[in-house]
């Protein structure tokens, strides 16, 4: 009779351990998930200009240009970002599918070599970090077709701010 209570209380045990494993690795789940609302991307033009392009950044909450800076890239001119800054808000909805869209392209995964024109950084609160990728004109003009088609129809300053051309 003994040994039965205590294999109950193994099973017991180890139900509760297991538990509590199971709550411990769906918080961390939870913790580890993307919060758009502490997101903001930066677009810089960076190829050969006549006149200043405007720097376009958009954001859910709050807007801070100085999270940028310490990840710029040497030997990149991101003067554009001192001149003329166009900002607008997106909501968390537009950021996350923003996110997902352009995460999904294989040139934003992978920088490629070449004739570049456009800085896109994605600087996450967070985590403290910038993911930038360097396009070239091509790229470039894809990614803004798929930023532009991510923000709501009525986000009409962001689809406007989203046409840039030098």
Known sequence: MGS???NKNNVLLAV?????????GCAAAEEAREDYSKMQIKLTYIGPQ??????????????????FRPHRREGIDYGN????VNSFKVTEDE????VENVYSL????????????????????????VHEVMLD??????LLQVMKN???????TGLAYLDISS
């Open 16 to 24: 509760i351990l297991i538990s509590a494993v199971f709550l411990l």
């Open 106 to 129: 294989d040139f934003v995964k992978k920088e490629k070599k070449g004739d570049w024109v456009l800085s896109f950084m994605l600087y996450r609160e967070t985590n403290n970090t």
């Open 50 to 67: 006549g006149k200043v392009v405007p720097t376009v950044v958009l954001y859910v909450n709050q807007l801070d240009m100085e999270k």
């Open 95 to 98: 950021m996350k599918r923003i």
């Open 137 to 142: 004109y091509d790229d470039s003009q894809n």
């Open 4 to 6: 039965d209570c205590l």
């Open 150 to 156: 991510s923000l709501d129809k009525n986000n009409t």
């Open 81 to 84: 970002d001192e001149i003329v």
